[in-house]
């Protein structure tokens, strides 16, 4: 059984290796960090290699989307650097993700392969007038983490809206990970789709992806408290 602290995952939203070595020592409470596609590109490895030095856990969320052969290649490359999960899109098609879980058993290595139903900065209107999608919005993510599913990922990124109905279709064995989280003392800026901690928690998260609330913090420590704290009450 995980502790409430343990299930907060905070992103290294920076552009190089010695920000995001200042933002971890800022939080020393903090086990599980996220990197996502700018830091990777800037940094490489090396933040990957500084994250487990100390011993932290590792969201590598580079977001994969391509042809079958280059997201099982890429999936086995990003696999090898051990990291706890690693995402690509739902979008790709049964047959790309059928693809990655293929080269993950290949490696015989504990990442959990996480899809991305739908990104958290659109809304139902962008998504049935820009993106030209006919199912409402819930529904589409639902169907994105059954094709998931389907293909044996691990589980799937999702807004906290959509957990409820995604842990009771695909049960509780199928991880999910919401960003869009927001305490109750902050703003919810460019996501359209957000909740508190708490509430995402009860409606079936197992992850939550919190990262301006503490990052941009006057204090960040205090915020991290005050976080784990309202999950705690």
């Known amino acids: 059984m995980m502790l409430p602290q343990e299930r907060i995952i905070v992103p290294l939203d920076v552009s190089d290796l010695d920000s995001a070595i200042a933002q971890v020592e800022k939080l020393p409470d903090v086990t599980f960090w996220k990197v996502g596609l700018e830091l990777f590109v800037s940094t490489g490895t090396s933040i990957l290699d500084y994250l487990k030095q100390q011993e932290k856990r590792i969201f590598l969320d580079l977001k994969f989307h391509d042809i079958p052969n280059t997201i099982a290649g890429a999936c086995r490359a990003a696999i090898n650097y051990e990291v706890e999960l690693l995402t690509l899109h739902a979008t790709a098609g049964k047959q790309a993700l059928q693809a990655a879980v293929e080269a993950k058993q290949s490696l015989n290595y504990s990442t959990k392969l996480i899809a991305v139903t739908l990104l958290t900065s659109i809304n139902a209107r962008e998504l049935a007038f820009e993106l ?30 959509e957990a409820s109905q995604l842990r009771e279709v695909c049960g509780n064995n199928f991880c999910l990970v919401c960003p869009g989280v927001r305490p109750y003392f902050a703003q919810s800026s460019d996501q359209k789709r957000v909740m508190t901690p708490k509430e995402a928690l009860k409606a079936g998260a197992d992850y939550l992806v919190i990262g301006r609330p503490i990052t941009n913090a006057a204090n960040p420590e205090i915020a991290w408290q005050q976080i784990c704290q309202e999950i705690k009450n």
């Open 132 to 161: 030209k999608v006919p199912l409402e919005l819930p529904e589409y993510a639902l169907q994105m983490a059954i094709l998931a599913q389907e293909a044996r990922l691990d589980g799937a990124v999702c807004s906290p809206q």
